[in-house]
């Protein structure tokens, strides 16, 4: 038996408007409707003319959906279970698409419009292939959605932007130096003030030390109930990372590396409550201690330390220059265990999904730590070549013959080498 049409109003506290909801005889689906009324009786008025004409127009075509409309919908059905950054970014995706296009109908959203979209997004605002790539998928995401729930005929064509080369850079940044990490310290000051500086300036030591991402770190606490904690209770302090504050939405436990562990115990423990680090705003500043403000300030910070991570030119042309951020602390901190641990550990460390990711980013990637591996090995074996000379030990002085005989034992010994490696061979 189909259920009976019936029009009723919701108020979302969320939205200004009340909203009219109703079942879609046809397919069972709930549906919603901006009243456009912020009074309950005129919103009852205007889903009994809603009601109405649902009712004669039943075998008709379903009237076409406005942009506002579908927005609503969407964010109210489908997004509303979605985490926090994930709203972020299709609120976002959607500021761009009416930026730019203007829609006033969701059919207005064609395969033609949305590559122009893509074109002005690379061409205006100066986005990497990468971020339009993210809203690119949310967008099209959503749209399949308005497919599902009969709003459109079909989801548009939409062409994702091409991946990289293969071999081309990976890092938007890379691992900062000692020498500049110093001198991050030293600007800190110049950029939050003197009586804030210090509260910077731990964050900053705990950021090179621990390896979280900035959200994390900025969550940071001594209390177990929190997204991210510290777990003093094991034999070794652990990081605790409830369902809501780790990227992969699951509950873990996370080794910490012992070096931040001092940094930890160095904190007395009266004071181990709240957040970890409690950052002071800089004089005149009355923007909010989240995770955007807070990496603003840090890459300020990372350009008054002249710390330049990358150059290069925008997809509109024009030049680009990325100065130190929180990123590329964890970056420091990944490439520094990557000479000291093996891969798996490595994973782990950096909460990688993948042994893959972490292969690809911090194991082997470091051409001068390899060099250096093979220069150590190549004057080794030099210094076998005059011990078994017999004319010096290595704790002996190098006499000036037998390092004459090793040069030239060793001259020798390429150019067989040489010989034996290669395919060509000497005229007779």
Same mark, same amino acid.
């Given at each position: 038996?189909?259920?009976?049409?019936?029009?009723?109003?919701?108020?979302?506290?969320?939205?200004?408007?009340?909203?009219?909801?109703?079942?879609?005889?046809?397919?069972?689906?709930?549906?919603?409707?901006?009243?456009?009324? #912020?009074?309950?009786?005129?919103?009852?008025?205007?889903?009994?003319?809603?009601?109405?004409?649902?009712?004669?127009? %039943?075998?008709?075509?379903?009237?076409?959906?406005?942009?506002?409309?579908?927005?609503?919908?969407?964010?109210?059905?489908? $997004?509303?279970?979605?985490?926090?950054?994930?709203?972020?970014?299709?609120?976002?995706?959607?500021?761009? #698409?009416?930026?730019?296009?203007?829609?006033?109908?969701?059919?207005?959203?064609?395969? *033609?419009?949305?590559?122009?979209?893509? *074109?002005?997004?690379?061409?205006?605002?100066?986005?990497?292939?990468?971020?339009?790539?993210?809203?690119?998928?949310?967008? %099209?995401?959503?749209?399949?959605?308005?497919?599902?729930?009969?709003?459109?005929?079909?989801?548009?064509?939409?062409?994702?932007?091409?991946?990289?080369?293969?071999?081309?850079?990976?890092?938007?940044?890379?691992?900062?130096?000692?020498?500049?990490?110093?001198?991050?310290?030293?600007?800190?000051?110049?950029? $939050?003030?003197?009586?804030?500086?210090?509260?910077?300036?731990?964050?900053?030591?705990?950021?090179?030390?621990?390896?979280?991402?900035?959200?994390?770190?900025?969550?940071?606490?001594?209390?177990?109930?929190?997204?991210?904690?510290? /777990?003093?209770?094991? &034999?070794?302090?652990?990081?605790?990372?409830?369902?809501?504050?780790?990227?992969?939405?699951?509950?873990?436990?996370?080794?910490?590396?012992?070096?931040?562990?001092?940094?930890?115990?160095?904190?007395?423990?009266?004071?181990?409550?709240? &957040?970890?680090?409690?950052?002071?705003?800089?004089?005149?500043?009355?923007?909010?201690? /989240?995770?955007?403000?807070?990496?603003?300030?840090?890459?300020?910070?990372?350009?008054?330390?002249?710390?330049? $991570?990358?150059?290069?030119?925008?997809?509109?042309?024009?030049?680009?220059?990325?100065?130190?951020?929180?990123?590329?602390?964890?970056?420091?901190?990944g490439a520094r265990w990557a000479r000291k641990v093996m891969p798996p550990a490595l994973m782990q460390l950096m909460r990688h999904e993948s042994i893959e990711t972490t292969m690809k980013f911090y194991v082997g990637r470091n051409a001068q730590d390899v060099a250096d591996q093979l220069w150590t090995a190549h004057d080794d074996e030099k210094s076998n070549i005059l011990v078994t000379l017999g004319e010096c030990t290595p704790e002996s002085p190098i006499k000036k013959e037998s390092l004459e005989v090793a040069k030239s034992l060793e001259h020798r010994t390429f150019r067989q080498h040489a010989r034996q490696d290669s395919n060509l061979r000497p005229a007779d």
């Open positions: 038996m189909a259920k009976k049409l019936k029009v009723s109003v919701v108020k979302y506290k969320d939205r200004p408007h009340w909203v009219l909801r109703w079942t879609d005889p046809k397919t069972g689906r709930m549906k919603t409707k901006s009243s456009g009324e #912020i009074r309950r009786r005129e919103a009852e008025r205007a889903a009994a003319r809603h009601e109405t004409w649902l009712k004669e127009h %039943k075998d008709d075509a379903p009237p076409p959906v406005t942009w506002e409309e579908f927005k609503e919908a969407y964010l109210l059905d489908y $997004v509303s279970g979605l985490s926090k950054s994930s709203l972020s970014i299709i609120l976002v995706t959607f500021k761009h #698409i009416e930026r730019i296009l203007k829609p006033t109908m969701l059919s207005d959203l064609t395969g *033609a419009s949305i590559a122009t979209w893509q *074109a002005r997004l690379r061409a205006e605002a100066g986005l990497a292939e990468a971020t339009i790539g993210v809203h690119s998928r949310h967008l %099209k995401a959503s749209l399949r959605w308005a497919a599902r729930k009969k709003y459109i005929d079909a989801c548009p064509d939409i062409d994702m932007p091409r991946k990289a080369k293969k071999g081309g850079k990976m890092m938007k940044g890379r691992p900062i130096t000692g020498e500049e990490f110093d001198r991050m310290l030293l600007a800190t000051p110049k950029v $939050v003030g003197d009586d804030a500086a210090p509260s910077w300036q731990r964050f900053l030591k705990g950021l090179w030390l621990c390896g979280l991402r900035l959200a994390e770190a900025v969550a940071l606490s001594w209390d177990s109930d929190d997204p991210v904690s510290i /777990d003093l209770t094991g &034999r070794h302090p652990v990081f605790r990372f409830r369902q809501s504050g780790h990227k992969a939405g699951t509950d873990t436990l996370c080794p910490i590396t012992p070096d931040f562990a001092e940094f930890l115990m160095d904190v007395p423990e009266e004071y181990r409550h709240g &957040r970890v680090f409690k950052l002071q705003a800089h004089s005149g500043s009355r923007a909010p201690m /989240d995770k955007d403000w807070v990496g603003k300030v840090l890459v300020h910070i990372g350009k008054a330390a002249g710390v330049v $991570v990358d150059r290069g030119t925008q997809s509109n042309g024009k030049p680009h220059v990325k100065y130190a951020s929180a990123h590329d602390l964890r970056r420091s901190y």
